[in-house]
């Protein structure tokens, strides 16, 4: 009979992981990307993917991502509060991908990705035109992280209400949304891993009554 201490491979996050790679961010994962697209006071464009991204509640409807380091994106919604979710798939990932570059904040990474800016409805930031989906977002909260000692730690939650929502109208299949048809790329672990979503994984469960 084999021990638990045989069965699992365990570390002290706080004492390093001792693997080639840290395996944290691919075992909560796949996970969406939050390709976020702002504007800054001055009027210049950023357009940045974040990994640490999701949806936190319905009403209204919340989504977040959480900034590790001041970056543009994260100095940008600061100085106007608003910013915009651009659904990142298949077909834009090598431009999503180009957009995550370390370049200087007055860099527009629309024209260094070579996508299309598209007006915004309700707020300053553009869409990108060739994302299938997209979502207008308005600042309610921008939280500093802490560790479990009460420090404070360089990284910053950004959570925003949705203020309207854009979706082609060839997703929306008898008014329900298709997810698959999307495209949609994620996040895993490692360096460079990311999954994509076919119909064929779909399976369904109901909740019980």
């Known amino acids: 009979m084999h021990s638990e201490s045989d069965r699992f491979y365990s570390y002290l996050p706080s004492k390093g992981h001792g693997l080639p790679h840290d395996p944290f961010n691919a075992i909560i994962g796949p996970r969406p990307i939050g390709w976020i697209s702002t504007r800054s006071r001055a009027g210049v464009l950023n357009l940045a993917p974040y990994s640490f991204f ?12 959480s900034s590790l380091g001041k970056k543009d994106t994260l100095t940008n919604i600061e100085e ?5 979710w651009n659904l990142a798939t298949q077909p834009l990932a090598e431009a999503m991908n180009q957009s995550c570059a370390a370049v200087a904040p007055d860099v527009d990474e629309f024209a260094l990705s070579q996508l299309t800016t598209l007006p915004s409805t309700q707020v300053a930031p553009p869409r990108v035109k060739e994302s299938p989906v997209t979502m207008e977002c308005k600042c309610t ?8 000692d009460g420090s404070d730690v360089p990284s910053w ?8 929502v854009h979706i082609e ?18 996040r895993g ?4 891993d990311y999954f994509r979503i076919t119909a064929e994984q779909l399976f369904r469960m109901h909740r019980p009554r």
């Open 80 to 84: 106007t509060g608003e910013f915009v």
């Open 169 to 186: 109208h060839t997703l929306l299949k008898d008014g329900v949304y298709d997810t698959a048809a999307a495209q949609p790329i994620l």
């Open 54 to 65: 999701n949806a936190f509640n319905y009403t209204p409807p919340i989504m977040g991502f």
């Open 189 to 192: 672990g490692g360096p460079a």
């Open 157 to 164: 939650l950004v959570l925003g209400e949705v203020v309207a």
């Open 141 to 148: 909260q921008i939280v500093q992280l802490k560790g479990a």
